[in-house]
């Protein structure tokens, strides 16, 4: 019988193969990206200025203890109820220059969401997951009410059916195709209307 | 009998390796995209904290890192309450304005007022260091900060 060897096997396609692996690999797979709560220090002011006289009803205080208590306008809270009454406070509008607001219009609350200011005091040996429950808290109170804004003037802008978040989120998109000079604008309104305004005491 | 004797004679043919470059190059590539490089070694437990009202870290300004926790199990003999990670080594407070100003220098500077320090604290530190840092910062000015955390529902923080 005449001599045969084996063929040989055609590995020309293994290459293809290897890439498309490759390629499948490189859209499925996504890198871990930092995220977190951004925030800004005050500067120290060193000046002798005499800071402006606040009055107490647009205040907001939120003590959290040693024990990681929640203290809100002098009555214990529960961290889960925190988001409303912050919300509550803001969006108060006692003295009626706010047109957007839909709250109480409470006299003992707060004026308008631009003089309502909320101050966290936090102890020395409070727990840091606590203390960012809060700050989540208090931040997610703030964008409850410039989401609902955000869905009110969006429309007359054109901007329809886009909350406060997903306005930032394609501002910052480089794929959006939207006129991003004019969701500046209404970005810049919102937060000029709801001013994030959350002092932190030092002791 | 020579039938035998041929067949014997000519063996296995070799496997092709000609691709093997190739799935090494996939799995190299694969790796140098899948991998997050950490930027530094901890010294310390480093659980953040979650919260779900996060806003993503852009790497498109210089940030640098402030880490903070206990020490970890190979670290027991610097204690076991929450201490400062710099860089690769353990800190004090009065360090970390120093830390700044030498991050600066590394950075264009009209880039430095856009620098972010990213502060990745373990859920269990107390405030106490982190209000002591935080002055720290704004001694030197470097007023932005991101307390990063983990995505999820913040309410599991508190017990």
């Known amino acids: 019988m005449a001599k045969r060897a084996a063929p040989e096997v055609n590995a020309g396609s293994m290459a293809d193969i290897a890439f498309l692996l490759l390629i499948f690999f490189l859209v499925t797979t996504t890198i871990e990206k930092d995220s977190g709560i951004n925030r800004k220090l005050p500067p120290i002011d060193d000046s002798e200025v005499e800071p402006p006289i606040i009055k107490q009803k647009n205040i907001f205080t939120v003590l959290l203890n040693k024990n990681d208590q929640l203290l809100v306008e002098d009555e214990p809270m529960q961290i889960k109820d925190l988001r409303k009454a912050a919300v509550e406070f803001l969006d108060n509008g006692g003295d009626g220059s706010c047109s957007y607001c839909q709250g109480k219009k409470s006299s003992s609350s707060s004026d308008n969401p631009d003089k309502a200011i909320i101050s966290l005091k936090n102890d020395r040996e409070t727990s840091y997951a606590a203390y960012i429950a809060v700050q989540n808290e208090l931040v997610a109170a703030y964008n409850v009410l410039r989401n609902r804004r955000a869905l009110q003037i969006g429309p007359q802008k054109g901007f329809s059916d886009m909350d406060f978040i997903k306005m930032q989120n394609n501002h910052k998109d480089v794929r959006w195709t939207g006129n991003k000079e004019k969701l500046k604008e209404v970005i810049d309104q919102i937060k000029l209307e709801i001013p994030q305004k959350l002092s932190e005491v030092v002791e | ?159």
């Open chain 2, 1 to 159: 009998m020579s039938k035998f004797k041929k067949k014997k004679d000519g063996g296995l043919p070799p496997v092709n390796t000609a691709s093997l470059p190739d799935i090494v190059f996939m799995l190299l590539f694969f790796f140098m995209v899948a991998t997050v490089m950490r930027e530094d070694t901890l010294k310390i437990q480093n659980q953040l904290p979650l919260a779900d009202q996060v806003e993503k870290l852009d790497k498109k300004y210089p940030v640098s890192y402030i880490y903070m926790g206990k020490p970890s199990a190979n670290y027991k003999k610097f204690g076991n309450v929450a201490r400062i990670q710099l860089n690769d080594k353990f800190a004090d407070v009065s360090e970390v304005g120093r830390f700044i100003e030498s991050e600066r220098l590394s950075y264009r500077e009209e880039l430095i007022p856009y620098l972010t320090v990213s502060l990745k604290i373990d859920k269990e530190a107390n405030m106490g260091i982190v209000g002591d840092v935080k002055q720290e910062l704004r001694k030197v000015n470097a007023l932005k900060i991101n307390y990063t955390t983990g995505t999820g529902d913040a309410l599991t923080n508190m017990k």
